[in-house]
């Protein structure tokens, strides 16, 4: 996932294979290799390239399909929560809600799992 990421990013940033290596300190040949899997990058050139190309680690690794998290606004991140629709609704209707509205649904949450978590003892 990776390879196809850098690959992905490198196109629309519209550079060569030849320029992101001079920016990272390595070979376009090397670029080569990550670009089709055939090595994997170490953690400090994930880091650079995570930094270069503005977006998350995780976003590189093939862990999250957001590219970086900081710019997106709280209803795009509920919507890209693995989570069921129920739930989501849920996040966004307390979003709405005055920060004093969602203190007081937080700590009627905090009751709801409490007793629960006694109902299982």
Known sequence: MIGYRIKELRKEKD??????????????KMISFYEKEERFPP????????????????YLLGKVNV???????????????????????????????????????FKIAKVFLEEELNEKK
């Open 15 to 28: 550079i060569t294979q030849k320029e992101l290596a001079t920016f990272l300190g390595l070979t376009p």
């Open 43 to 58: 953690h400090d050139i994930i880091l650079k390239l995570s930094d270069f190309f503005n977006v998350s680690t995780d």
């Open 67 to 105: 590219k970086n998290i900081d710019n997106l606004s709280e209803l795009e991140l509920i919507e890209n929560l693995n989570f069921s629709d129920d739930i989501k609704e849920a996040l966004k209707l307390i979003s709405e809600l005055s920060p004093s509205s969602q203190e007081k649904m």
